[in-house]
Nanobody, 115 residues
Framework: QVQLVESGGGLVQPGGSLRLSCAAS????????MMWYRQAPGKERELVAL???????NYLESVKGRFTISRDNAKNTVYLQMNSLKPEDTAVYYC?????????WGQGTQVTVSS
């Protein structure tokens, strides 16, 4: 059974940093692309970052140069390092994987950027 569990969210001041983690189980983690999405109140969920099986990455334009996605296949974990956070980064952040054409989501972790 595929499971994704996010952690690391919280309240941070503008300009601060957070590192999100997503612990995966129930599938062969190393052979799948992993994704981070976010959803702000009243807005649609959007793709923030993606990391492929060989480690290629892609980012939402507004987070390029500030966020870094990485993976540790030995720990079945994907990370999102977020630096220079802005109030507009406030959202619930979700981890996602697509296995056998079926999307799986974590429960989400709240990130609030506010002074």
């Amino acid at each position: 059974q595929v499971q994704l569990v996010e952690s690391g969210g919280g309240l941070v001041q503008p300009g601060g940093s957070l590192r999100l983690s997503c612990a995966a189980s129930g599938f062969t983690f190393s052979i799948y692309a992993m994704m981070w999405y976010r959803q702000a109140p009243g807005k649609e969920r959007e793709l923030v970052a993606l990391i492929t099986k060989p480690g290629g990455t892609n980012y939402l334009e507004s987070v390029k140069g500030r966020f870094t996605i990485s993976r540790d296949n030995a720990k079945n974990t994907v990370y999102l390092q977020m630096n220079s956070l802005k109030p507009e980064d406030t959202a619930v952040y979700y981890c996602k994987v697509v296995v056998g054409s079926v999307p799986y989501w974590g429960q989400g972790t709240q990130v609030t950027v506010s002074s």
